[in-house]
């Protein structure tokens, strides 16, 4: 499996933008759906955005219309563009292949957004 680094978290007021990277070690162009996930404390991991090979996007309902997820399958990165922030969407943020199993979580990258 590829092993996945996020990056581009930080502290942001609320209505403030931030854009997350994730860098793969491997070639991620045989991974039909990538997807960047959130975390909170005592809660699940859940899937906020996928993205297909051929472009197609899917978004949770939170973040659709605020979110936009990229991929770039030469570079081997995972992009997602967060405009107008909330406090709900404080997080940590990983990315990872969407709609399969998958365990080798990267560390993650922490989004905290101040109200």
């Known amino acids: 499996q590829v092993q996945l680094v996020e990056s581009g978290g930080g502290l942001v007021q609320a209505g403030g933008s931030l854009r997350l990277s994730c860098a793969a070690s491997?070639?991620?162009?045989?991974?039909?759906?990538m997807g960047w996930y959130r975390q909170v404390p005592g809660k699940q991991r859940e899937l906020v955005a996928a993205i297909s090979n051929g472009r197609y996007t899917n978004y949770a309902d939170s973040v659709k219309g605020r979110f936009t997820i990229s991929r770039d399958n030469v570079e081997n990165t995972v992009f997602l563009l967060m405009n107008n922030l909330k406090p709900e969407d404080t997080a940590v943020y990983y990315c990872?292949?969407?709609?399969?199993?998958?365990?080798?979580w990267g560390p993650g990258t922490q989004v905290t957004v101040s109200s």
């Open positions: 491997g070639s991620i162009f045989s991974i039909a759906f």
């Open positions: 990872g292949p969407a709609y399969q199993p998958f365990n080798s």
